[in-house]
């Protein structure tokens, strides 16, 4: 069973719309990352999810249970959710311990000890249990954030953002630490973010929004591989479009050459736009043989650590070109551009 199902979901704000006939799914013990930019709506979305905002038309699902509709509204704290939002702080005056028993009112004193007890070790800081707040550092604030809202057993977790104040020195740390601890306790999650990166460390899916709806939801190598919409081609990575003709199943015609692709498309010929990554680009040294094909011009390189970026010009059109570590090109110099064997993403006009 699913452990969250919103089913057209609309939420406007003084009549302005930001999320709009929306369905998401969230399988049992699963992490789905609601990925997008600024302002898509994914806040929103999380708060329609708790509760704290109420979704004008659609309905919420919670464990099979109906917790909002046109006609229903379960209060947030009946709908068994842990919350770790970025302004969800923890309660300065009270001590870790204390912060992690906040919410577990109707145990007994010996059960409450036993739950922090067990939390406190879950999230490894077992010897911190009597400090307050502002004598641990950000990390362990995390940390004991997610001891408290995993502390009563929610049968779902919604994360808002938690990491962005974390020092990007720790945050991958964090971040597997935090999923390892939420797989542990068999917990499924939503979590909000608008970086790439937390989503691939943290979420088993993504799910991909787009001015107020999910635009596609899919594992990371799913949406890569088969990207539905130029939205999440390009919100996955940059790169840029080449007009392109299907030849046959796997042979693209391009103003760089044939592409060959690894899958193979069941519509050709037809033509669209190839939309290509700095990585699946290869720079080759001019030879004489190579008089015919068509030459690029270095503009600029970029160290990057692992490689070198090249912005490169070619027939008026610029782009970024990853080079692989130990080929070095110079200012000016004239290359010959390849597109390497890859899994196309080929939108058809
Ligand atoms: N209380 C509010 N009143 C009016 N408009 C709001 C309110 N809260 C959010 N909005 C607007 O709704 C839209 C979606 O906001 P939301 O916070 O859900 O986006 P988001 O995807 O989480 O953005 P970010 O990544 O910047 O946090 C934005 O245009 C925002 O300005």
């Known amino acids: 069973m699913s452990s969250l199902i ?23 013990d699963e992490i789905v990352c609601l990925l997008g930019a600024s302002g898509c709506g994914k806040t929103t979305t999380l708060k329609a999810i708790a509760g704290l905002v109420e979704a004008k038309h659609g309905s919420v699902f919670i464990d099979g ?10 209060a947030p704290e009946h709908r068994n959710i842990g919350m770790m ?41 077992s010897g ?26 929610p049968s779902l977790l919604l994360l808002d953002e938690p990491f962005s104040n974390i020092d990007t020195q720790v945050r991958f740390e964090l971040i597997a630490d935090i999923r390892r601890i939420i797989k542990a306790q068999q917990v499924s999650a939503v979590f909000v973010t608008h970086s790439k990166e937390e989503a691939f460390a943290f ?22 591989a088969a990207p539905r919409s130029k939205v999440v081609a390009e919100f996955l990575g940059q790169g840029i479009y080449l007009s392109a003709e299907a030849l046959t199943a ?33 720079l080759v040294q001019e030879c004489q043989s190579d008089k015919l094909s068509k030459r690029a011009t270095i503009l600029s390189r970029r160290f990057i650590g692992s490689a070198y970026v090249y912005k490169v010009v070619i027939a008026e059109q610029t782009l970024e070109v990853e080079a692989q570590y130990g080929q070095s090109f110079e200012i000016n110099e004239q290359v010959i551009i390849k597109i390497k064997p890859h899994t196309v993403n080929f939108f058809e006009s």
């Open 203 to 224: 979420s088993d899916t993504l799910a991909i929004m787009d001015r107020g709806n999910i635009a596609q939801q899919g594992t990371p190598e799913q949406l890569f």
């Open 6 to 28: 919103l089913q057209g979901v609309s939420y406007h704000y003084n009549g302005t719309k930001v999320i709009e006939n929306l369905d998401l799914t969230v399988g049992k």
């Open 250 to 282: 796997t042979e693209y015609k391009t103003p760089f050459g044939t592409v060959e692709s690894d899958i193979q498309t069941s519509r050709h010929p037809c033509s669209g736009e190839l939309y290509v990554r700095p990585h699946q680009i290869e």
């Open 65 to 74: 249970k109906l917790v909002s509709d046109e006609s229903t509204f379960i």
């Open 85 to 125: 939002f970025q302004d969800y702080a923890l309660f300065p005056h009270l001590s870790v311990a204390n912060n992690i028993a906040f919410g577990l009112g109707k145990m007994s004193q010996s059960e409450k000890q036993q739950r922090v007890d067990e939390m406190l070790q879950l999230v490894h800081l």
């Open 128 to 153: 911190c249990a009597d400090r307050f707040p502002h004598q641990l550092s950000g990390g362990q604030q995390q940390r004991v954030a997610i001891a408290r809202a995993l502390a009563y057993k």
